[in-house]
């Protein structure tokens, strides 16, 4: 079992539509961070958060600790948020290396 | 743009080659991560280096090697290539106390070996 789990893999919406990807970890942590990965292949950073709630924009990230779970919410989704959103934990035995799950590919439709 | 800047973008060689990806972190970083990320594996985990100090490996090949220099680029050699190194590699880099920031990543290098 991979120590950071992504659901759903695959995700299409329509333009408009509320948009929730979860993460799952299983080892301690200090920080997560929601990255994204567009086609072109570069990753951006969206946030590091260890605790609470974050919102930039249209993206909010949500963490619980206790739970061991974070989303990643987009709200009145675009074409151009298409992308792949990857989930990434540091921190306990891994220090600060980031551990990765396998993304999710969201495609939104016009 | 991140501030994070790799070269070349493109690398395409043989089987049995060596090459060198160069990595420029952000001013004033002082952390350089470097990340693979292939079809089969995703994205790991392969080496940290803090101001020129290796602090932690991770799944790096006997045939991969790294450093940070004093201005703090950092170079990854791959040598003996096979196919399967084919792969997107990233660096990333990170501020003075990398447990609490962010890291930036740069746009990466795409290896092609044939």
């Known amino acids: 079992k991979n120590e950071v789990e992504q659901s759903p893999q695959n995700l299409t919406a329509q333009e408009g539509e509320f948009i929730t990807i979860n993460c799952s970890y299983s080892?301690?942590?200090?920080?997560l961070h929601w990255l994204q990965q567009h086609p072109g292949g570069g990753i951006v950073s969206l946030f590091m958060?260890?605790?609470g709630k974050k919102k930039h924009g249209r993206l909010i990230a949500t963490i619980n600790i206790q739970e061991k779970h974070s989303s990643l919410h987009i709200t009145a989704s675009h074409p151009r948020d298409s992308a792949v959103y990857i989930c990434?934990?540091?921190?306990?035995?891994?220090?600060?290396?980031?551990?990765f799950g396998e993304g999710t590919q969201l495609t939104v439709n016009p | 743009d991140s501030g994070v800047t790799q070269t070349p973008k493109h690398l395409i060689t043989a089987t049995g080659q060596r090459v060198t990806l160069r990595c420029s972190p952000r001013?004033?970083?002082?952390?350089v991560y470097w990340y693979q990320q292939s079809l089969d594996q995703g994205l790991q985990f392969l080496i940290h280096?803090?101001?020129?100090?290796?602090?932690a490996k991770g799944n790096i090949l006997e045939r991969f090697s790294a450093q940070q220099f004093p201005d703090l680029h950092s170079e990854l050699n791959l040598s003996s290539l096979e196919l399967g190194d084919s792969a997107l590699y990233f660096c990333?880099?990170?501020?003075?106390?990398?447990?609490?920031?962010?890291?930036?990543f740069g746009p990466g290098t795409r290896l092609t070996v044939l």
């Open positions: 990333a880099s990170s501020p003075r106390d990398p447990i609490y920031n962010e890291q930036f």
């Open positions: 080892v301690g942590i200090s920080a």
């Open positions: 958060l260890s605790s």
């Open positions: 990434a934990v540091k921190g306990g035995t891994s220090g600060s290396r980031l551990t």
């Open positions: 001013s004033g970083d002082l952390s």
């Open positions: 280096y803090y101001n020129g100090e290796e602090r």
